[in-house]
């Protein structure tokens, strides 16, 4: 009976045939032009991609795919085998004692499928385990061999293919993107000489400055172990506790509060190598060296209540720009700058290089650009590549060398130690989208899922068997810098580490109104939900050092008055910055335009469909995704008897998943909207968001609904909330145009 009932016979092709007859459009529905983008949500739309599924990848875009093909498999046209490769006759009914009998001990394909279903998993990340990954390369200037022997900038327009992992750091793999925390902006580099990892954030300074302070930083960060919450946030008690006995955390807690902690888009923050690094050229010579990311998108960030709303609605948002501005041809893309000092520059400075508690101001070491980076292919598999990635801050290639940066030292064997761990021992190297892409020769042998076959007898050096080989590079090959080292073995650290404010200063001092006040209400938020007023007096304590408007703001918001600032070490250096406008956010506008930015254009039934046509054209000309959201999915009605496809619907996506909102022309549209609770919210929330607005005729009594001003509220106008007439389409398209390329209207917050 078993063998009788098939549960799928039918064929491939009749499966893809059915799937195809979803897709016909339905009788009276208006064609409409292919969005760029594929997905605005995760509910209701589906992703199509040319690796997605049966199909061969793209031939050849870089040396890294070409490097992962031969791993590269795809079952389309395939039939179904064991890990064995014996074919399998039915994959649906175990081997059974008769129809109703127990299961046979002998059934090994049951058995083999379950076993393998049940290791599927490895441990996650300790930190940063939330992530998303992209391909990509990186493309030098010029030859800057008189910095760096390192191959990648060796000659203008080399390229080295690269693999971008982005992450949050608190958070479970599961977690959501948008909460506040620090971003992981880590790449890996497959260089000529082997793969150079550098493993930054998108803040330039950290916690501590000394490896020895990681865990306890993290064990506080982390959920709180008695009950397991908070996830992804650092808005507790522990971590708050343990920040406000580290004075010297609070630099870094300034750019945490900040609005850096909460980026629109990975495609849109900076990255930032943090520790000060070495450059050494072919000589044997050696500069200092900072690592900059800088985004051509430029830096944008959520505002907070977005960030939160977006938490629910997708917890993948993050994920999802990336992989669908890859997928639609807007290759993401940054610039590396280097700032570069030597060490008697460093020694001259009023901060130590050596601390990763502090950044090296622009305004006394300028940024020198040096290539660019573009990531233009998304993975295959998410497992195979994102999870198994292996960064190592230890994987340097000849030319980049360490500072003796106490943070830096312990990372070096921090990340080595963990990926055995993680990825199951001493040969993660051997994973594909690990494996370095010049040739690997050593005497390493054996370990866990070796993968190499190595031949021949010798496995040693030196050897006369094996013809000496292999043998050693030499000079060729990587030798750490010869830095004169001397000091008696001491726990302990340098003076001018002592000095926790100047650069929380400089950092306050740099920033824009609204960015301060974005900063006080994070603060206020973590610390409303800390539950022990001592910590909390603490904190406030550490930013009364900081700043009496900045600490007296939070206190205020936190029902307290000020208390005595922390105590500051005697003697501890206290240098005045002038402010580096580099640090605000607002330095950086980007140039793409509104290329990937997504816009709502929030319709009913009686909805005039022309000037929706031209505003979805205009949308689409310029880069941007346009998505029709309604109340219900499929064909909405215009005028006459023409009509639009809904892409969405108001409660599938809400507002803070969209870059800004049009309510077009339509007098049936408008009043059904107005009645619609949902579509009130939508565009009380872009309002909330300071995103563009238009409105368009009967389109502006959603403005009256919703109760939203015409003007800011200082009086002056608001050049995102456009009130128009379907007559004034062009210019007022052209005014929407330019109000979502630049910066929010942050004048509309009332907080
Ligand atoms: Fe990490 N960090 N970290 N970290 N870190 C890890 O390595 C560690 C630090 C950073 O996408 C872990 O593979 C120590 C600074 C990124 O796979 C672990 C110290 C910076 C990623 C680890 C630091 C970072 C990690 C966890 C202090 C910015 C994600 C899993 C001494 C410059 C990489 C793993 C990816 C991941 C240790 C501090 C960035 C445990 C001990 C500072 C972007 O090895």
């Not at 498999?73 to 064991?82: N, R």
């Not at 520790?275 to 960030?301: D, Q």
């Not at 918001?557 to 607002?586: C, K």
């Not at 205009?618 to 064909?635: I, K, N, S, T």
Request: net charge negative; charged share 20%.
């Amino acid at each position: 009976l078993a063998g009788t009932i098939a549960d799928n016979e039918a064929k491939p092709q009749e499966f893809a045939a059915a799937r195809e007859d979803v897709r016909v459009p339905s009788a009276g529905v208006t064609a409409k032009p292919a969005s760029p983008l594929v997905s605005a949500s995760s509910v209701s739309e589906s992703v199509t991609s040319e690796k997605v599924g049966a199909g061969a990848p793209k031939p050849g875009e870089n040396a890294v795919t070409g490097n992962l093909d031969r791993v590269r498999v795809d079952s389309g046209a395939q039939g179904l085998t064991t890990n064995q490769g014996v074919p399998v006759a039915d994959n649906q009914n175990s081997l059974k004692i008769g129809a109703r009998g127990p299961t046979a001990l002998e059934d090994f394909i049951l058995r083999e499928k379950i076993t393998h279903f049940d290791h599927e998993r490895i441990p996650e990340r300790v930190v940063h385990a939330r992530g998303s990954a992209a391909h990509g390369y990186f493309e030098s200037y010029g030859d800057f061999s008189e910095l760096t022997r390192a191959t990648s900038f060796a000659a203008a327009g080399k390229r080295t293919p690269v693999f971008v992992r982005f992450s949050t750091v608190a958070g479970g793999a599961g977690s959501a993107d948008t909460v506040r925390d620090v971003r992981g902006f880590a790449v890996k580099f497959y260089t000529d000489e082997g793969n150079w990892d550098l493993v930054g954030n998108n803040i330039p300074v950290f916690f501590i400055q000394d490896a020895m302070k990681f865990p306890d930083l993290v064990h506080a960060l982390k959920p709180e172990p008695h009950f397991g919450m908070p996830q992804a946030s650092s808005a507790h008690d522990t971590f708050w506790d343990f920040v406000s006995l580290m004075p010297e955390s609070t630099h870094m807690l300034l750019w945490q509060m900040s609005d850096r902690a909460i980026p629109r888009s990975y495609r849109m923050m900076q990255g930032f190598g943090v520790h000060t690094f070495r450059l050494v050229n072919a000589s044997g010579e050696s500069v200092f060296c900072k690592f900059h990311w800088t985004p051509l998108a430029g830096t944008h960030s959520l505002a907070w209540d977005e960030a939160v709303k977006i938490g629910g609605a997708d917890p993948d948002f993050h994920r999802r720009d990336l992989w669908e501005a890859i997928e639609a041809g807007h290759a993401p893309e940054w610039e590396l700058s280097l700032q570069v000092f030597t060490e008697e520059q460093a020694g001259n400075f009023d901060f130590d290089v050596l601390d990763p508690t502090k950044l090296v101001p622009e305004e006394l070491v300028p940024l020198t650009p040096v290539g660019r980076m573009v990531l233009d292919r998304n993975p295959d598999n998410f497992f195979a590549e994102t999870e198994q990635v292996a960064f190592c801050t230890a994987h340097v290639v000849p030319g980049v060398d360490f500072s003796n940066d106490p943070l830096l030292q312990g990372r070096i064997h921090s990340y080595l130690d963990t990926q055995i761990s993680r990825l199951g021992g001493v040969n993660f190297h051997e994973l594909p989208i690990n494996a370095p892409l010049a040739p690997v020769h050593n005497n390493q042998r054996d370990g866990m899922h070796r993968q190499a076959i190595h031949r021949g007898r010798v496995s040693y050096e030196p050897n006369s068997l094996g013809g000496g080989c292999p043998f050693q590079a030499g000079a060729a090959g990587f030798s750490s810098f010869p830095q004169a080292e001397q000091g008696d073995k001491l726990r302990i650290k340098p003076e001018k580490f002592a000095d926790h404010y100047s650069q929380a200063k400089l950092f306050w001092n740099s920033q824009s109104l609204p960015e301060k006040m974005h900063i006080i209400k994070a603060f206020r938020f973590e610390l409303t939900r800390v539950q022990t007023p001592a910590i909390r007096q603490r904190v406030v304590s550490l930013l009364a050092n900081v700043d009496d408007s900045l600490a007296e703001g939070v206190a205020a918001g936190l029902g307290f008055d000020m208390p005595a600032p922390a105590p500051v070490i005697a003697g501890a250096p206290a240098p005045e910055y002038a402010p580096s406008p580099a640090l605000s956010l607002t330095s950086y506008p980007g140039d793409s335009g509104i290329t990937t930015r997504k816009v709502a254009i929030l319709v009913a039934d009686g909805v005039d469909t022309v000037v929706l046509g031209k505003i979805y054209d205009v949308l689409l000309e310029h880069g941007a995704v346009p998505r029709v959201v309604a109340p219900r999915l499929g064909a909405v009605k215009g005028k006459g008897a023409v009509t639009w496809q809904a892409d969405v619907t108001i409660d599938a996506a809400p507002s803070a998943l969209y870059d800004a909102l049009i309510v077009p022309p339509g007098d049936a549209s408008a009043i059904s909207l107005c009645e619609h609770g949902l579509a009130v919210e939508f565009i009380k929330d872009q309002y909330r968001h300071c995103k563009p607005i238009m409105v368009l005729d009967d389109g502006s009594t959603m403005l009256d609904r919703a109760e939203l001003p015409a003007v800011l509220p200082t009086g002056d106008p608001d050049f995102s909330l456009i009130n128009a007439t379907s007559g004034q389409l062009d210019e007022a398209l052209a005014q929407f145009i330019q109000a979502l390329a630049g910066p929010r209207e942050l004048g509309r917050e009332t907080d």
